[in-house]
C-alpha cells in the first residue's frame, strides 16, 4: 500500500476510534431516562372556540369543583383593558391554588393571574430576564405546590422555573415574581403549548410543531423526565420523549393547533385541546381523552 494510502487509512481508523470512544462516554455519561408512557385514546368532548380553546386543567379544592377552561371568551373585561390579551394553559395546586398565564403584544413583562381556594383573584407580575421571550404559553405547578414551571413560545430548550405566586411564601403580588431556575432540555422542543405534572419529575407537554422535523412527527404529545424535582435552587436536566401524535380529525382540512393539557391524578386521565382548521374551529374542535396503557 502506499504511504500517502497508508496515512489516510490510518486517519480514518483514528477518527473513527475517537468517535467510538466519543460515544461510548455519551452514552455512559447520560442520565437514565423513565420508561416512556403510552397513552391511548379513550374519548372525547366537543372543545367551544370562545371558553374552552386555550387551556384546562383540573381543580382538586373545593371538592367536586368542576374542570377549568380558558379561552379568549374567558379573559375579564378588566383584565383585557390593561393589554393582558392572550391567556394559556392554566394549572391548579393541589391545595386549590388556581394559576392563569397572561401575555401582551408588546413589552417587556408576563402576568400570572391567581385565584386562592377561597376565591380571591390577585396578579403577578414577572420582568423577562435578558433573553426570555415575551410568551408565556402555560403553566404547571410542581406536586408540592412550591414551584411553577411555565415555557416560552417557538423551539427552545429549556423551561423556566418560578416559585408558585400565592403558594410559595417568598411570593407577593406587590413584588417582581422573579425566575429561580431552569429545567435544561437535552432535546429541543418546538411550540409547547401546554405541560403538566404526572409525578414528582414527570411532565406530560402538548406541542403544536407543525414541522415534525424534531421528532419526526408534527403536533406530539411529549414526556418530560427530571432529573430531579425542581427546587428552586438549582437548575435540573429534562430528557425529552415523543410519545406519539396527538390526534387530528376534523371535517375540515387545514392546520390544526395542539392547545392545553391536563393529567387528572385522581382518575388517571389526560386530556389535550386539539383545535380544529378553518370553519370547523367552531363545530368539530375537541378534548380528547387518552388513559395510560
Not at 187 to 192: C, P, T
Request: proline residues 8%; glycine residues 10%.
Amino acid at each position: 500500500m502506499p504511504v500517502s494510502a497508508r496515512q489516510r487509512c490510518h486517519a480514518v481508523l483514528t477518527g473513527l476510534i475517537a468517535l467510538a470512544a466519543a460515544v461510548v462516554v455519551s452514552v455512559s455519561a447520560a442520565p437514565p431516562a423513565s420508561a416512556a408512557d403510552t397513552w391511548t385514546e379513550a374519548g372525547s368532548d366537543r372543545a367551544d372556540p370562545l371558553t374552552e380553546s386555550q387551556g384546562l386543567t383540573s381543580v382538586e379544592i373545593p371538592s367536586g369543583s368542576p374542570n377549568r377552561y380558558t379561552g379568549i371568551g374567558t379573559i375579564p373585561l378588566a383584565v383585557a383593558t390593561r393589554g393582558w390579551n392572550h391567556v394559556g394553559d392554566p394549572d391548579a395546586s393541589y391545595d386549590g391554588y388556581y394559576i392563569e398565564p397572561y401575555q401582551r403584544d408588546s413589552g417587556t413583562t408576563k402576568m400570572f393571574r391567581v385565584q386562592a381556594p377561597g376565591g380571591a383573584w390577585s396578579e403577578y407580575v414577572h420582568t423577562l430576564d435578558p433573553g426570555e421571550a415575551l410568551n408565556n404559553s402555560w403553566v404547571a405547578v410542581s406536586p408540592d405546590g412550591q414551584w411553577m414551571l411555565a415555557g416560552e413560545y417557538g423551539t427552545m430548550s429549556r423551561l423556566l422555573v418560578f416559585p408558585t405566586p400565592g403558594v410559595n411564601p417568598g411570593t407577593s403580588p406587590s413584588a417582581n415574581l422573579p425566575r429561580a431556575t431552569t429545567v435544561n432540555l437535552d432535546h429541543a422542543v418546538r411550540d409547547v403549548q401546554g405541560c403538566d405534572f404526572s409525578g414528582p419529575t414527570t411532565l406530560l407537554c402538548s406541542s403544536d410543531d407543525p414541522e415534525g422535523s424534531l421528532f419526526g412527527v408534527t403536533k406530539p404529545l411529549l414526556q418530560i423526565d427530571l432529573s430531579a424535582e425542581p427546587n428552586g435552587t438549582s437548575d435540573v436536566s429534562g430528557h425529552v420523549t415523543a410519545l406519539r401524535q396527538l390526534p387530528l380529525r376534523s371535517a375540515c382540512s387545514g392546520s390544526f393547533e395542539a392547545e392545553g393539557i391536563d393529567y387528572d391524578r385522581r382518575t388517571g386521565t389526560l386530556r389535550v385541546i386539539v383545535v380544529s382548521p378553518g370553519f370547523c374551529v367552531l363545530t368539530d374542535s375537541k378534548t380528547y381523552r387518552f388513559s395510560r396503557g
